[in-house]
Antibody, heavy 119, light 111 residues
Framework: EVQLVESGGGLVKPGGSLRLSCAAS????????MRWVRQAPGKGLEWVGR??????????DYAAPVRGRFTVSRDDSKNTLYLQMNSLEIEDTAVYYC??????????WGQGTLVTVST | DVVMTQSPLSLPVTLGQPASISCRSS???????????LSWFQQRPGQSPRRLIY???NRDSGVPDRFSGSGSGTDFTLKISRVEAEDVGVYYC????????FGQGTKVEIK
């Protein structure tokens, strides 16, 4: 059974930093393309960033609102996906989900971790 | 960016009756490999989203067969043949052809 468990969320001030983690199990993580998707309170879904498998170069891509501030990375030895978030803004307040990338969309989702950016 | 527009945004339904949600994209979702990367998701209250349908009409494992997807090009539909109480939630379409973009969501509730 695929499991994705996010952690690292919390309260941070504008301009601050936070690193989220996603522990993966139940599938071959090092072959998987992975993404982060977020959902602001009471709002819809928005993809944040993607990382390909090392076979495809471990390439990263980002949605425009976070480009230059967020970094997706992976540690295949630990089956863990990361999201480093810098220069956080109030608009980054959201639940952040870790997902697998399959057939053009997110197949498996974690339970999410809440990031609150506030003074 | 590709814009995904869902309608209606709110859908009151009667138990046992069919329901239908429309999703339109601002450009064709046919990818260069011939596939159309259009997915549907269900998000029950307080839960993470769950994928129901991928590539327009393929049901994910464990998804009841009362859910079906159809469409092509820029127009797509999710149908629930007979709504059950557990189907209450918000439904999103998503295109994966030009990066990822989600629709605004359609809230399904029981009348």
């Amino acid at each position: 059974e695929v499991q994705l468990v996010e952690s690292g969320g919390g309260l941070v001030k504008p301009g601050g930093s936070l690193r989220l983690s996603c522990a993966a199990s139940g599938f071959t993580f090092n072959n998987a393309w992975m993404r982060w998707v977020r959902q602001a309170p009471g709002k819809g879904l928005e993809w944040v960033g993607r990382i390909t498998s090392k076979t495809y170069g471990g390439t990263t891509d980002y949605a425009a609102p976070v480009r230059g501030r967020f970094t997706v990375s992976r540690d295949d030895s630990k089956n863990t996906l990361y999201l480093q978030m810098n220069s956080l803004e109030i608009e980054d307040t959201a639940v952040y989900y870790c997902t697998t990338d399959s057939d053009g969309g997110p197949r498996d989702w974690g339970q999410g971790t809440l990031v609150t950016v506030s003074t | 960016d590709v814009v995904m527009t869902q309608s209606p945004l709110s859908l009151p339904v009667t138990l046992g009756q069919p329901a239908s949600i429309s999703c339109r994209s601002s450009q064709s979702l046919v990818y260069s490999d011939g596939n159309t990367y259009l997915s549907w998701f269900q998000q029950r209250p307080g839960q993470s989203p769950r994928r129901l349908i991928y590539k327009v009409s393929n049901r994910d494992s464990g998804v009841p067969d009362r859910f079906s997807g159809s469409g092509s090009g820029t127009d797509f539909t999710l149908k629930i043949s007979r709504v059950e109480a557990e189907d209450v939630g918000v439904y999103y379409c998503m295109q994966g052809t030009h990066w990822w973009t989600f629709g605004q969501g359609t809230k399904v509730e029981i009348k």
